[in-house]
């Protein structure tokens, strides 16, 4: 008795690791995951001791054991009657075999799944050229971002003719500012690049959120004052209508960004409104059609990086804009070498000495500054260490160079692609096809909520 007293007295005193690593394995609960509860992410079926360290692989343990603490101590039970260390060093390893291949097989299809890109939207007219402020300001950047957003670009048709217009013009236009997109580097393999009336859902939606938005919200919108002024007695319902139209190209898409200047916030934030109107009248309660879904997404700004805005060339505190009558204003993408030269030549410039930035009082210098910024790529620091002393006469021929080397393989691009009708019409006939399957889903979303019948139901 005497020497089996001190056999265990030793073993107490200096325990193998396998005996110190069974007791701590039953001496903790097993986790939620290896009681057979659902864990997100992991496989839950918890595995059951091999006989011996070399014995045969873990086995799903059998219902009975499937019970937390119980579970638990019939393991024990069982596997104190087999030595303790040996079983125990055999679960803890079972466990953290089962959890690291559960972990692996949750990497691996973490790793395979996409990540979800934020849907973008933005449409040109077809009205006039297309200026270095809509592509340095805008294009250039959706060129740039087109492996992060899933991007739908399209030539706005429909609005253009809210004002007076060419028809002819208008069908020309058209085709142009579609080569334009693709010559600026809007990839089809990457983006939707369709022509607006080729979608026949906008207009449609366009009409069923007249239905919904107040008189009053229109009434407010400043650009309709502003252009109904110059139109005067001729300004068409259309106009005044526009801001409802864009809030169809917006909504229809589900797009969570929209990439914006000032000047149209207002409309960003009526889509906004009239989003959240359409939800709360026809999608509020579980008993509507909408069933409580709510059909619309609303939309949030996409700011421009700084520095991107480019001024009128005859006023540095107005932007570029193809509606300025002046075509001294504006540089167009398509202007020649020589047109280019003479505009900057005749520019706006000031009295002051010298080059400088963000002088409030030389909007002007600030501006040309920009757009040499914008065009070379140098930092400005790089920039003001070759103009800072510079005279007009001296700096305009610098910033004339740098457009044109900037401009000529976009202009060379567009030359080859505007004469190639059929690969245009290959790019906007699937560009219309895959955006009409996003915009066909949001219109049967938007008429049931409403109410409507379909010639689906008259069977």
Request: aromatic share 6%; with cysteine; charged share 25%.
């Amino acid at each position: 008795a005497s020497s089996a007293t001190a056999g265990a007295a030793r073993h107490a005193v200096s325990p193998s690791p396998a005996s110190r690593l069974a007791a701590f394995a039953t001496s903790v609960p097993l986790p939620s995951a290896r009681r057979g509860l659902p864990v997100r992410g992991r496989a839950t079926a918890p595995l059951h001791p091999t006989a011996s360290l070399g014995g045969r692989g873990a086995m799903p343990l059998p219902p009975a054991l499937l019970l937390g603490p119980q579970g638990l101590a019939a393991v024990r039970g069982k596997t104190q009657t087999r030595g303790q260390g040996r079983a125990g060093l055999s679960l803890s390893r079972s466990v953290a075999m089962q959890a690291a291949s559960t972990d692996a097989e949750t990497a691996e299809k973490t790793a395979e799944k996409p990540a979800v890109k934020k849907r973008v939207i933005s449409g040109v007219q077809p009205t006039g050229n297309l200026h270095l402020g809509n592509y340095l300001g805008a294009i250039r950047q959706w060129a740039l971002n087109q492996d992060e957003y899933e991007n739908y670009f399209f030539v706005v048709d429909l609005h253009a003719i809210t004002m007076p217009h060419s028809p002819a013009e208008l069908s020309k236009s058209s085709f142009d500012i579609v080569a334009l997109y693709l010559a600026c580097g809007i990839d089809p393999k990457k983006s939707r690049i369709f022509i607006q009336s080729h979608v026949p859902q906008h207009a449609e939606l366009a009409w069923l959120l007249n239905c919904v938005t107040p008189m009053n919200w229109m009434e407010k919108m400043i650009q309709y004052k502003e252009k109904a002024k110059k139109q005067g007695e001729s300004v068409s319902v259309g106009l005044f209508d526009y801001p409802i139209l864009m809030a169809a190209d917006i909504l229809l898409y589900q797009a969570q960004l929209v990439p914006v200047g000032e000047d149209q916030r207002q409309h960003l934030e009526i889509s906004r409104d009239i989003s959240r109107r359409f939800n709360d009248l026809y999608c509020k309660k579980k008993s509507m059609p909408a069933k409580g879904r709510k059909v619309f997404r609303d939309p949030e700004a996409l700011i421009v990086k700084e520095g991107a805005r480019i001024m009128s060339l005859e006023d540095g505190r107005s932007k570029m804009s193809k509606s300025d009558p002046s075509e001294g204003s504006r540089i167009n993408l398509s202007d020649s070498e020589d047109v280019i030269r003479k505009k900057i030549k005749r520019c706006k410039t000031d009295q002051f000495e010298g080059m400088e930035w963000d002088n409030p009082d030389r909007p002007e210098c600030t501006n040309l500054l920009n757009i040499l910024k914008e065009c070379s790529g140098r930092s400005r620091e790089d920039i003001m260490a070759e103009v800072k002393d510079m005279k007009w006469g001296e700096f305009k021929p610098v910033l004339a160079d740098a457009i044109v080397a900037h401009l000529a393989p976009i202009q060379a691009r567009y030359n080859e692609l505007v004469d190639d009708k059929t690969y245009l019409h290959e790019v906007l006939r699937e560009g219309a096809e895959g955006a009409e399957e996003v915009a066909a889903q949001t219109m049967q979303w938007t008429k049931t909520a409403m109410g409507f019948t379909s010639r689906a139901d008259l069977v």
